[in-house]
């Protein structure tokens, strides 16, 4: 017997002996940062011919970790490892599964301030974004493994006269996962961790800009006694061997989270059997976002402002939920655009570690250059009215930044930024701001401030993305209460931290024994 699930709660910052805990564990991450990481596979520490750097966003020059990188030769090592551990794995009773997922969030609680710590100097999250990352992959460890338990109980068949039948939910096979840098350890545990309790094996490709978190997964999957070969751990650039993995033709399903190009490849390749392949390669991807919020004349406006600004720069709007569109009501346009900037002009800004800032930077070069360009294009499209700019420091930072009288259709309006740049358009009626949100060919997050109670009900029918929020911001769903994932170029709604997130990496086998 488990408990009930609950999400994890986050340290309190404000306390002393947190705030101690943290610096600590910053300044002990940092007297690692000359480590060499070596592949993970069958249990075993693999060296190739080649590393890559991980490097801090924050101090450009900053070296986080050494990685030797996987090509073609280490993949088909993970690969035989995974084949061969997937033929105990399979067969390990779901429970036991489980429990590997319960001792490996036990580990990854004590640890939290190193985790955290990883997260702050690899990828510039804020402190309490890490905590909250943190925080939600032990989330997912916490309720997969109860989700796992949960489904080898299903009983999911009527009974039949003098029969005996029974459905089991079975694992596929290998898997690849491929996670994005953004959320780099709440994503990646998420995925991985679905795939390995469902009694599937696992070549995990971590992002290149954040191996190092990664590898934390590996060692608490290691200490909490995941057998070998069930989980591989092969960093290298998703450019060279990400085709090389997903044409694979023993590779049963790629479960993939990250940019919209990317995973339409991933589809597109996975769609075409391999010579020898004798399945149906399933894809599980998730992808970009061009998020929503709405604010009409009856909101509470000082609650929508706050959370609007959350919303749009909390790290940096490198979240795939976070709010890169805001579409006011005529009659409060100007007003509420005015409390908007307001708030956003106090942001503090500067070197993830310090925990006066509030924005750290973007997480590397070409990040910091795709964004100054759509700046370019937001300074044609529309009114900047604030930010536009890098700011001070040797880092990839660059100002909250906003852009008014952004017109319908334009690529302001349309096209993924990822970063800390919002657009403001008007419309006329409630009815026309329901439009416009979903306008985009994405459909992954949205909110709705209002206080109408003929139009909520409208909003919840009509905007059509898979997580709508109403008087709440659009980012920062809970593992449980908000099952996350995107409609149309957005992905293919997977749901993760859902009660349907498992049944991806399973089949369904139907065994009915005729009672004679
Ligand atoms: P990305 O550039 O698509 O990369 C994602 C992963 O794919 C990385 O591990 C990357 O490896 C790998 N990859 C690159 N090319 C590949 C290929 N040809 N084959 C296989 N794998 C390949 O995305 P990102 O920049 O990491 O993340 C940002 C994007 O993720 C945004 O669009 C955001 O909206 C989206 N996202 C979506 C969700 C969601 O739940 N819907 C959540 C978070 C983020 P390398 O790092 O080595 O290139
Ligand atoms: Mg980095």
């Not at 002393?16 to 002990?28: D, S």
């Not at 493994?145 to 694992?171: A, D, Q």
């Not at 302001?412 to 358009?425: K, N, R, T």
Request: aromatic content about 10%; glycine content about 8%; hydrophobic content about 40%.
């Amino acid at each position: 017997m488990v408990h009930e699930f609950v999400n994890e709660p986050y340290s309190d910052f404000s306390l002393p002996e947190n705030r101690k805990k943290q610096e600590e564990a910053l300044k002990k991450a940092s007297e690692q940062f000359d480590k060499e990481y070596p592949l993970f596979i069958n249990g075993n520490d693999v060296k190739s011919d080649r590393t890559m750097k991980s490097m801090n966003p924050s101090h450009k020059d900053q070296v986080v970790g050494t990685f030797y990188k996987a090509g073609k030769r280490e993949a088909d090592m993970a690969m035989k490892a995974a084949l061969d551990a997937f033929e105990e794995w399979r067969w390990v009773e779901p429970k036991e599964r489980a429990i590997v997922l319960l001792k490996a969030a036990q580990i990854m609680r004590k640890r939290k301030a190193e985790v955290n710590a990883w997260l702050i100097h690899e990828v510039g999250k804020n402190w309490l974004e890490a905590e909250a990352g943190t925080s939600e992959a032990i989330d997912f460890l916490e309720f997969y493994g109860r989700e796992m338990i949960r489904y080898s109980e299903i009983k999911g068949v009527y009974p039949f006269p003098m029969e005996y039948p029974e459905l089991h939910y079975i694992p596929l096979g290998v898997g690849v996962v491929i996670p994005p840098w953004n959320f780099p350890v709440a994503i990646l545990t998420g995925m991985t961790s679905a795939a390995i309790v469902t009694g599937n094996t696992v070549l995990l490709k971590p992002a290149s800009d954040a191996p190092t978190i990664g590898y934390q997964l590996v060692e608490i999957f290691k200490e909490a006694g995941l057998p070998d070969g069930v989980l591989n751990y092969i960093p290298g650039s998703g450019s060279e061997i990400g085709d090389y993995l997903v044409q694979h033709p023993r590779n049963r399903f790629i479960s993939f989270t990250g940019s919209k190009e990317v995973g339409l490849r991933i589809n597109e390749l996975a769609a075409k059997p391999s010579p020898g392949q004798i399945w149906i390669k399933r894809v599980i991807a998730e992808m970009g976002g061009k998020d929503t919020i709405i604010v009409d004349e009856t909101a509470d406006l000082e609650d929508a402002a706050k959370n609007v600004v959350g919303s749009a720069f909390g790290y940096q709007g490198q979240k795939c939920s976070a709010c890169s569109r805001l579409i006011l009501l005529d009659e409060i346009y100007d007003d509420f655009i005015d409390m908007v900037v307001e708030k956003s002009k106090k942001l503090t800004i500067g070197a993830a570690e310090n925990p006066d800032h509030y924005m750290g930077p973007v997480v590397n070069q070409a990040s910091e250059e795709k964004i100054l360009s759509y700046i370019d294009i937001g300074q044609k499209e529309g009114k900047l009215i604030l930010g536009g700019e890098k700011a001070e420091g040797n880092g990839y930072y660059i100002k909250p930044t906003i852009f008014r009288d952004i017109q319908p259709g334009a690529r302001m309006d349309q096209e993924e930024i990822f970063g800390p740049v919002l657009s403001i358009l008007k419309a006329k009626t409630f009815e026309e701001a329901l439009d416009i949100a979903n306008s985009t060919e994405f459909g992954l997050t949205g909110s709705v401030y209002s206080r109408d109670r003929y139009r909520i009900p409208v909003a919840k029918k009509k905007f059509h993305v898979g997580n709508l929020y109403i008087n709440r911001k659009c980012t920062g769903a809970m593992v449980g209460a908000h099952p996350f994932g995107g409609f149309n170029m957005s992905g293919t709604d997977s749901k993760a931290g859902g009660e349907d997130y498992l049944a991806l990496f399973m089949q369904a086998k139907l065994v009915s024994e005729k009672l004679i």
